[in-house]
């Protein structure tokens, strides 16, 4: 699997802007966290974490939806939320998401790579340059 450099995706980061003003950044654990931090640089927003799980290590479906592993531990009603993932394949963990969050105001989606309101990219998949 091909990777980017972190300079190639802190350019593209530095670039991004944002047609809204959010309130919440809502860090989709374990993929979103890194690009919550970098966005929250940046945004400086309160950062809270949502534990959904689909896949495995190795990107392989580990269940047939994903599953909320952790209670959500935050209030979100009437808030407006930066929903953030590393990558988005096929959207069903973003619209997990977005149904456990439906009391925000306004939920807008972020990924390094894939469909969403605000991504870096929009490619096939590659790897992540934080990943170990």
């Not at 269940?63 to 959207?91: E, N």
Request: glycine residues 6%.
């Amino acid at each position: 699997m091909a990777a980017k450099t972190m300079d190639e995706i802190r350019t593209r980061f530095g670039s991004i802007r944002f047609d809204e003003a959010f309130d919440m950044i809502v860090a989709i654990a374990n993929g979103g966290i890194v690009p919550a931090g970098i966005l929250n640089q940046r945004l400086q927003v309160e950062v809270q974490l949502l534990h959904l799980n689909l896949r495995d290590e190795h990107q392989q479906p580990r269940y047939d939806a994903p599953r909320l592993t952790v209670p959500v531990g935050f209030a979100c009603k009437g808030r407006r939320i930066l929903l953030v993932d590393d990558r988005i394949k096929t959207g069903s963990t973003i619209q997990t998401a977005r149904r456990l969050l439906q009391d925000a105001a306004l939920i807008r989606t972020f990924a390094v790579n894939g469909n969403a309101d605000y991504a870096l990219y929009d490619e096939p998949c590659f790897r992540m340059p934080w990943l170990i």
